[in-house]
């Protein structure tokens, strides 16, 4: 039977496998480092009732990992941000990633009900076929995509969105930043909602949770403020 528990620390026996097939899931450039998510797993405990909320989960197959998610309830923007959900491959096309996902949406519902509000939605990074070194690495994207378009979620157009670079030696990675309503009316997308929906994620995901320095963060917003200029923003299905 499939669950998805959340891993309470990081003595949690179920993290150590978690970490493994995360590693394995996503290249190192848009991977945050396994020291920062087993430090955000201890603070979770510590959250405030009425913040923002952190969750890493192991999707269990009985007493078997066979994926995971890092999610993160937004409070300020009132969304959630999914970091990464990953499967493994003996366990793909089964269903399980969708399943995965549909129960990480009603965990951040519930995260929002909490605090008396109702969910927006979902901002995730995917990375960008167009910019695949391999024909190999193309083809994993693409899936990616067509996965996230199969749960509900849309590319956010008008926007050259940038994950901050989580390695000391690395430089922002162009991704696509994607919207899924999970069942509301989609907001009227503008420019500026789009960016204090990013300034909320890189405050709380990349300052807060990786570590990561103000100075590189706001630099990144400044770049994604820039690349916006005056094109309209909206959605798009990926193709």
Sequence with gaps: MLTLREVQSESDPALAKWLAMYERSFPREVRMPREAIAAQVNAAARVSPEGDVLHVAAALDGDAVVGGAMFTFL????????????????????????????????????????????????????????????????????????FFARVGARIVTGIDYLQPPLHPDAEPVPLYLMFDAVGSQSPTLSHERVLAWVDDAYRVVYVQGAGISERVVIDCLWQVRESMGAQPVGIRRPA
């Design 75 to 146: 409070s300020r923007s009132n969304l959630g941000f999914l970091s990464y959900i990953f499967i493994g491959p003996e366990t793909r096309g089964r269903g399980v990633g969708e399943w995965v996902y549909r129960q990480l949406a009603g965990m951040l519902g519930s995260d929002a009900t909490a605090r008396g509000q109702s969910l927006q939605g979902i901002i995730l990074e995917v990375e960008r076929e167009d910019l695949a070194a391999t024909a190999r690495e193309r083809e994993e994207r693409v899936r990616r995509l067509r």
